[in-house]
């Protein structure tokens, strides 16, 4: 039986040195299959095409809005602006007979002819004057008597002077 165990195994090794064999040898590579692009998500661009066209939609919307407004503004004006009635036109009043003379007056006082300056105040005794003449008769008067007094006391050392040179 010794004899019958040999071509079996005989054979068995024969498989197994095939099997290793073939196990060691390399197929060659199969060439790299080309990746195409990957199918388009359509669900995205379905949901982008969507937003597109609902931002042209609200676009329209405005300008036709921005139109509307712009109409309606170009419609409605202004109220004109309402004048302040008109005052009645007066000619400029004429200065009164007070203030007339007091002009005269202080263009006296200025010439120093103060004597003319007094007679010229005396005029206003009779003529109502308003407060802020009255002042101005009273200061009037005061400088017309300084002034007097003091030209009053240089014509007195004037002539104490030349009663004193003679």
Not at 11 to 25: E, M, R, Y
Not at 127 to 151: C, F, G
Request: aromatic content about 2%.
């Amino acid at each position: 039986m010794k004899i019958n165990k040999i071509p079996s195994v005989f054979a068995l090794a024969l498989g197994l040195v095939t099997i290793s064999v073939g196990c060691s040898k390399q197929e060659p590579a199969t060439p790299p299959t080309t990746q195409t692009a990957p199918p388009p998500n359509t669900a995205l661009d379905t949901a982008q095409k969507e937003a597109e066209n609902k931002a042209a939609e609200l676009k329209a919307k405005a300008d036709s809005l921005v139109t509307e407004v712009t109409r309606t503004a170009d419609a409605v004006k202004p109220p004109e602006p309402i004048a302040p009635p008109a005052l009645p036109v007066t000619p400029p009043a004429s200065p009164s007979p007070a203030q007339g003379i007091l002009q005269r007056v202080q263009a006296l006082v200025a010439e120093q002819k103060y004597p003319e300056a007094l007679s010229a105040l005396s005029e206003l005794s009779n003529v109502s004057l308003t407060t802020e003449q009255q002042s101005l008769i009273t200061r009037l008067k005061t400088e017309i008597s300084t002034a007097m007094a003091a030209k009053a006391g240089n014509d007195g050392l004037k002539s104490v002077g030349g009663l004193l040179k003679k």
